[in-house]
Nanobody
Framework: QVRLVESGGGLVQPGGSLRLSCTAS????????MGWYRQAPGQQRELVAI???????HYTDSVKGRFTISRDKAKNTVYLQMNSLKSEDTAVYYC????????WGQGTQVTVSS
């Protein structure tokens, strides 16, 4: 079982930045895909960004050019750098790991508001 712990959420003004972190309980080199999803109130959970074991990255269109996913294998951590934040980015952000099964973190709230 892979345990994922997220951190870094909070309240930020429009145009601001936040960096989310997701630390796994095992080496992320053993995990096929790691990624970030988000769920806004009344909305379905949606993919934000993923990175696979080869380093291939995919972003949803709405965050391209603003968000950056990266990883530090030595720290078993995946990051999501979020710049130029908009009110519509407000959501609970979840870290995900795809191995044999799918694993989720507990989520971290990101609120973009003035």
């Amino acid at each position: 079982q892979v345990r994922l712990v997220e951190s870094g959420g909070g309240l930020v003004q429009p145009g601001g930045s936040l960096r989310l972190s997701c630390t796994a309980s095992e080496s992320i080199s053993n995990i096929h895909i790691m990624g970030w999803y988000r769920q806004a109130p009344g909305q379905q959970r949606e993919l934000v960004a993923i990175i696979n074991e080869s380093g291939t990255i995919h972003y949803t269109d709405s965050v391209k050019g603003r968000f950056t996913i990266s990883r530090d294998k030595a720290k078993n951590t995946v990051y999501l750098q979020m710049n130029s934040l908009k009110s519509e980015d407000t959501a609970v952000y979840y870290c995900n790991a795809e191995k044999i099964y799918s694993y989720w973190g507990q989520g971290t709230q990101v609120t973009v508001s003035s």
